[in-house]
């Protein structure tokens, strides 16, 4: 089965530093990977999906994210945090396994320290 | 655009009360998803559907039902609430095209649910 694996629940970056939230994934099949950011009390929106083709990924608000076949890994990365930035954020995959489902992991909560 | 949307916001049911959420997308989507949140385990799978009239089982579909009887409604019944059902509720839709599995889910903004 497939599973994702985000080291840290819980990230506090300065305002200006770099943010890095880190997200392993298993598949045994080419994977289709996707961030997500939550806000308080709301849904969760796309920030970036990784399908085929470049390995870079840019999303919105400033975020990409690479991904590494050789690490199964697809880190989330944004130059300089901004106080807007504080939120959860959520790496998923799906693959032509999973059967039309998306496997979540459990989230990485990011604090903007002024 | 509504988008997904999820009715109700909030609700408080006792122990064996019955409920339905409702979730409605106005995109055309063609699969859609019912997911609950609990705190540091992310999002769980409850049941999906890939069009209407046809729904299966993710990976917590104990004590939950649901039914797409039109391509815009995915409602998700709770029959005999227990406190293992509080939690937050997340309906989902996305479109699958020639390609599967690599549209984005677009999400409502939850139903936050209290069993005591």
């Known amino acids: 089965a497939q599973s994702v694996t985000q080291l840290g629940s819980h990230v506090s970056v300065s305002e200006g530093a770099l943010v890095l939230l880190r997200c392993n994934y298993s598949?045994?099949?080419?994977?289709?990977l996707f961030w997500y950011v939550q806000y308080p009390n709301q849904g969760l929106q796309l920030l970036l999906k990784?399908?085929?083709?470049?390995?870079l990924v840019k999303g919105i608000n400033g975020f990409e994210a690479e991904f590494k076949k050789s690490e199964t890994s697809f880190h989330l990365t944004k130059p300089s945090a901004h106080m807007s930035d504080a939120a959860e954020y959520f790496c998923?995959?799906?693959?032509?396994?999973?059967?039309?489902?998306?496997?979540f992991g459990t989230g990485t909560s990011l604090t903007v320290i002024p | 655009n509504a988008g997904v949307t999820q009715t109700p916001k909030f609700r408080i049911l006792k122990i064996g009360q019955s409920m339905t959420l409702q979730c409605t997308q106005d995109?055309?989507?063609?699969?859609m998803y019912w997911y609950r949140q609990d705190p540091g385990m992310g999002l769980k799978l409850i049941y999906y559907?890939?069009?209407?009239?046809?729904?299966d089982k993710g990976e917590v579909p104990n004590g939950y039902n649901v039914s797409r009887s039109t391509t815009e409604d995915f409602p998700l019944r709770l029959e005999l609430a227990a406190p293992s059902q509080t939690s937050v509720y997340f309906c989902?839709?996305?479109?699958?095209?020639?390609?599967?599995?690599?549209?984005?889910?677009?999400f409502g903004n939850g139903t936050r649910l209290t069993v005591t």
């Open positions: 989902a839709s996305s479109y699958s095209g020639s390609v599967p599995y690599n549209s984005p889910l677009h």
């Open positions: 598949s045994s099949v080419p994977p289709y």
């Open positions: 990784y399908t085929t083709g470049a390995t």
């Open positions: 998923a995959v799906s693959d032509t396994n999973t059967g039309n489902q998306f496997y």
């Open positions: 995109m055309n989507h063609n699969y």
């Open positions: 559907s890939v069009g209407a009239g046809i729904t």
